[in-house]
T-cell receptor, first 112, second 108 residues
Framework: DSGVTQTPKHLITATGQRVTLRCSPRSGDLSVYWYQQSLDQGLQFLIQYYNGEERAKGNILERFSAQQFPDLHSELNLSSLELGDSALYFC???????????FGEGSWLTVV | AQRVTQPEKLLSVFKGAPVELKCNYSYSGSPELFWYVQYSRQRLQLLLRHISRESIKGFTADLNKGETSFHLKKPFAQEEDSAMYYCALTSNTGKLIFGQGTTLQVKP
């Protein structure tokens, strides 16, 4: 158990819908990361937050957004969902943002 | 540009055979390099980081700055080593940049 908690574990939704994925980092970790893992694209970095502020942005679509709250948990919002958004979404955290990163179990999103 | 390359999508070996999973990187500066392992689409687990120079589950990896490589090695593969292995480096903002991953299949 890495200490990073993600909910929900599985989610099935229809195209055009909106979902929110939630992540609680390890206790004491200030930095949160979101990654998307799909079969054809591998692991893609989406976005990083550090102590509530956006720190780095990767290949995140405009339909997606994220935030980190004062209690340091983070949410990834995915809207106008398309079939191609079906993937495993990982959250990860680290203490400062320049040290070892620990991953959660992931949220499986299936868009039908 | 910061990039991690794992040239092999699949590596298949027999139990007891040596394993080498290749990783090359491009990074300006001194990178921090990691190997993560993922069993059956579960969470990624840290296997090794180059600065700790340790051996986990019999795996080792040496950073070769001249060849910009960080290959993962194990002298005798076990069936339970079958998994997806990702090489990664930490960018200057702290985010991990992953290679495409190599599936290791250890046959009995």
């Amino acid at each position: 158990d890495s200490g990073v908690t993600q909910t929900p574990k599985h989610l099935i939704t229809a195209t055009g819908q909106r979902v929110t994925l939630r992540c609680s980092p390890r206790s004491g970790d200030l930095s949160v990361y979101w990654y998307q893992q799909s079969l054809d694209q591998g692991l893609q970095f989406l976005i990083q937050y550090y102590n509530g502020e956006e720190r780095a942005k990767g290949n995140i679509l405009e339909r997606f957004s994220a935030q980190q709250f004062p209690d340091l948990h983070s949410e990834l919002n995915l809207s106008s969902l398309e079939l191609g958004d079906s993937a495993l979404y990982f959250c990860a955290s680290s203490v400062r943002g320049s040290d070892t990163i620990y991953f959660g179990e992931g949220s499986w999103l299936t868009v039908v | 540009a910061q990039r991690v390359t794992q040239p092999e999508k699949l590596l298949s070996v027999f139990k007891g055979a040596p394993v080498e999973l290749k990783c090359n990187y491009s990074y300006s500066g001194s990178p921090e390099l990691f190997w993560y392992v993922q069993y059956s689409r579960q969470r990624l687990q840290l296997l090794l980081r180059h600065i700790s120079r340790e051996s986990i589950k019999g795996f080792t990896a040496d950073l070769n700055k001249g060849e910009t490589s960080f290959h993962l090695k194990k002298p005798f593969a076990q069936e339970e080593d079958s998994a997806m292995y990702y090489c990664a480096l930490t960018s200057n903002t702290g985010k991990l940049i992953f290679g495409q991953g190599t599936t290791l299949q250890v046959k009995p």
